[in-house]
């Protein structure tokens, strides 16, 4: 299943990080930084959202940034249940794969077709509803990377 690109734009970031490496050759990596931080607003938000039993699947969310973006991801080798945490379906003893209810386990499914819009329980509908909230922090990350490299506000 291919994931649905959910996330929020940051007009002109790549045009800007081509304008801060002529200005400063550190200005990125404090892009970088920073869009960590936004992220890592997010990923917190993420894991206050998913069940606890082990804890596993709720510290599996973390946050990832380069220079020019910045995302969330779950699950990996440590919870690789996440998936079925977030997005349902059924497993266990008796599934056949790609035979939906088959399985001893079954979660609604709230993918694509599913309820909840197809956005999933916690990852999607968090980054919908901190859509504002994202776009502000990396506006002020940003503003403070070109404060750092000495521009002046305008």
Do not use: C, N
Not at 35 to 42: G, M, Q
Not at 137 to 149: C, I, M, T
Request: hydrophobic share 40%; proline share 3%.
């Amino acid at each position: 299943m291919a994931d649905r690109a959910v996330g929020v734009d940051v007009e002109g970031l790549i045009a800007m990080k081509r304008a801060f490496r002529l200005a400063h050759d550190g200005t990125q990596r404090a892009i970088g930084r920073r869009l960590k931080d936004v992220a890592t607003l997010v990923a917190s938000e993420v894991a206050g959202r998913v069940p606890a039993r082990s804890g596993r699947a709720a510290s599996s969310v973390r946050a990832l940034a380069t220079q020019e973006s910045a995302s969330v991801a779950a699950g990996g080798a440590r919870a690789p249940y996440y998936a079925f945490l977030d997005f349902g379906g059924s497993t266990g003893r008796g599934h056949v794969a790609g035979v939906p209810d088959s399985g001893s386990v079954k979660r609604e499914w709230y993918g694509r077709g599913g309820a909840g819009a197809g956005e999933g329980r916690y990852l999607y509908p968090a980054i919908r509803e901190m859509g504002d909230v994202i776009a502000r922090e990396a506006g002020e990350a940003v503003h403070e990377a070109l404060a750092d490299a000495g521009f002046e506000a305008g």
